[in-house]
């Protein structure tokens, strides 16, 4: 079924290949033991079962590799596996079972755990569809053989290598470098990349793994191009060509950056120049700091010698100020008895001060007493004059009253009288709303009346300017009537003859450009100009067509010249020398005429641009919008696209 194969060291010259083989025999050919993993609750089969090598089968080439081997893998809530390991034996394995009990899904666990994606293996679309069902995720180990004289980073790993990957329902995923007692290395996939570089383990090389889709189809297969596509991945030709290409990028993109490097050496050069002369000017600093530390030490020491001389002269002045607070001394003392006496004479003046603050504290006791006397007494005299204040206020009040009461009996005799003019007022009032109603009712009448004449007379002014635009554009068609008849380019620009001209003159045209199309045209009744004008719109009116690209560019050369502003479109078309026959294919099945029946076109290749870029063929002309509605929208003919 499949094969792991692994180039090893040995001392001898030739190559030794160390096969481990994954294969489906019948269980009666071979009598071993084995051991039995559980049955999968959804198959029906047997589990795999590993057997040992046997020594029957001889000395299958040198001595046993001593790293790289996969000494066992372990699948769990793996396909169809929920908890199975298998430990191989030192040479050839196989693994027996019936179909469906999981003999693929091991080479698959092997491929997958050692980093292979879902794609290599045939098996899903993704890593999520190997995870059995119902399970949240699976996890693969597979144990590495790690001795011998060139092992991988045996101080951390040991004597083998565990490479653990878990894969859950949703896709996702970690690896886990595990040393030979389980302790956790690395989790990072380049370390398991690294792992297998080392040991030569390649497990994307069909020569290397090979399962059963791939030998089936590079059996079947007869085109020699798919086993040499075969042969050039088994032998890594592909990478290596792969590798080469990538290295030449690499070698391109070094050159490129050497000779950007190159370039920007001089100007370092003058930078080292530049530098090395900054560096000696700091050199130069470098002396003058150390000629000021020397200065500054000179200065400290004459500073010490300045002080060490002060310091003397102040000793000297001590002993001075010495003998003179013996002096001070003797002065001092004769001082404390003068002060003895003084203090006894302040206790002498100090009690006599004592009985004065007696005496003065009775006197201001006596003068509170007389000035809360003459405090109520004040008090009285204002509560008198409040009194007073009040009476005279009140005799004001009514003195108010009297004089009111007086006014009011003036007042009720004015108003009877006034109360008899309002009422002659408001009769005259009346009267007077009656006359302005009258007047109102009639000044809205002659504002309706001067509204309308406003009206009247913005309209007559308006018609007024609309005809004598009228007239303005119809003096300014007729003048261009009266140019075109002169010359019937200018229709199309007054830039149009100078570039009719231009073309007619350049002899370097395979074949001479139409242009303007609309030159080519004629209508057969002047009342559908305007409708053949809408059909065909001006960009294409203004058109020009050449035979092919070298006529385009030439042309454009001349309109750059003529018309340097704005182009007209330029379409590129075989020119022939018959019409494109339409009458039976795609003219409309209708009595009403086509574009081709109101107009005369003088020139097959601009009938058949028109036929090419706007479908004349197809167009039905209709007179009357009332009939171009019921024939679209009721009885659409045939063949019919568009009415005009």
């Not at 700091?289 to 002269?313: F, M, N, T, Y």
Request: proline fraction near 3%; include cysteine; charge should be neutral.
């Amino acid at each position: 079924m499949e094969v792991s194969l692994k180039r090893t060291r040995e001392t001898s010259d030739e190559p030794v290949y160390q096969s481990r083989k994954f294969k489906k025999v019948r269980q009666n050919e071979y009598d071993h033991p084995v051991d039995e993993e559980a049955r999968d609750d959804e198959e029906d089969g047997d589990q795999p079962q590993p057997s040992q090598t046997l020594s029957q089968y001889g000395d299958m080439g040198a001595n046993t590799p001593e790293n790289g081997i996969v000494e066992s893998v372990e699948l769990k809530n793996f396909m169809c596996h929920q908890n199975l390991k298998i430990d191989f034996g030192e040479k050839i394995n196989f693994v027996l079972g019936r179909n469906g009990s999981g003999k693929s899904a091991v080479m698959t666990g092997i491929v997958v755990g050692l980093g292979g994606s879902a794609a290599h293996t045939n098996r899903a679309l993704s890593l999520k569809g190997l995870v059995k069902k119902g399970c949240p995720s699976a996890t693969v180990t597979v144990r590495l053989r790690n001795s011998g004289c060139d092992p991988f980073r045996h101080d951390q790993f040991g004597k083998s290598v565990l490479v653990e990957r878990k894969i859950t329902a949703d896709g996702g995923g970690q690896y886990r470098l595990k040393s030979h007692d389980g302790r956790t290395v690395s989790v990072k996939k380049e370390d398991l990349l690294h792992a297998l570089d080392h040991f030569n383990i390649q497990v994307n090389n069909p020569v290397s793994l090979l399962n059963q889709d791939t030998s089936r189809n590079f059996l079947h297969s007869s085109k020699p191009g798919d086993k040499y596509k075969l042969f050039m991945k088994a032998t890594q030709l592909e990478q290596l060509s792969m590798d080469y290409q990538l290295i030449l990028e690499q070698i391109g993109i070094v050159t490129t950056t050497l000779n950007q490097k190159q370039k920007a050496l001089p100007e370092l050069e003058r930078e080292v120049v530049q530098w090395e002369q900054k560096f000696k000017h700091l050199t130069q600093l470098d002396q003058l700091a150390e000629s000021k530390q020397e200065l500054e030490h000179e200065i400290a020491w004459a500073q010490v010698i300045g002080l060490e001389q002060e310091r003397d002269k102040m000793a000297h002045n001590i002993a001075d100020k010495e003998r003179s607070v013996l002096r001070y001394t003797n002065k001092v003392e004769q001082c404390k008895h003068e002060v003895m006496k003084g203090e006894a004479s302040i206790q002498e003046v100090e009690d006599d001060l004592r009985t004065v603050h007696q005496e003065v504290k009775e006197l201001q006791k006596r003068k509170r007493q007389v000035e809360e006397q003459l405090k109520q007494k004040k008090e009285a005299r204002g509560k008198a004059k409040h009194d007073l204040c009040e009476i005279e206020i009140e005799r004001r009040e009514l003195h108010s009253q009297l004089e009111e009461m007086e006014n009011t009996i003036v007042m009720a005799r004015e108003i009877e009288q006034m109360r008899k003019a309002h009422q002659e007022l408001q009769n005259g009032l009346t009267q007077l709303q009656n006359e302005m109603a009258d007047i109102q009712r009639h000044r809205r009448d002659l504002e309706l009346k001067i509204q309308q004449t406003d009206e009247l007379l913005y309209q007559m002014q308006k018609n007024i300017e609309d005809k004598r635009q009228q007239v303005q554009q119809c003096t300014c068609e007729l003048s261009g009537l009266k140019r075109n008849c002169s010359e019937k380019l200018q229709v199309y620009g007054d830039w149009m003859p100078g570039l009719v001209r231009a073309i007619d003159n350049e002899g370097n045209f395979h074949k001479k450009p139409y242009g303007p199309l609309g030159r080519y045209l004629k209508v057969r009744d002047p009342k559908w100009a305007l409708a053949v004008e809408a059909v065909l719109g001006r960009a294409l009116l203004l058109a020009f067509c050449c035979h092919d690209q070298h006529d385009v560019q030439l042309l454009r050369r001349l309109m750059d010249t003529h018309c340097p502003q704005v182009h007209p479109a330029i379409m590129k078309q075989t020119f022939g020398d018959q019409s494109y026959n339409i009458k039976k294919i795609s003219r409309p099945q209708s009595d009403q005429p086509t574009f081709l029946d109101i107009v005369e076109c003088s020139d097959p290749v601009v009938c058949n641009v028109f036929i090419d870029q706007r479908g004349v063929e197809s167009i039905l002309m209709i007179e009357k919008p009332d009939d171009a509605v019921r024939v679209m929208h009721t009885n659409t003919p045939c063949r019919a696209k568009e009415v005009a």
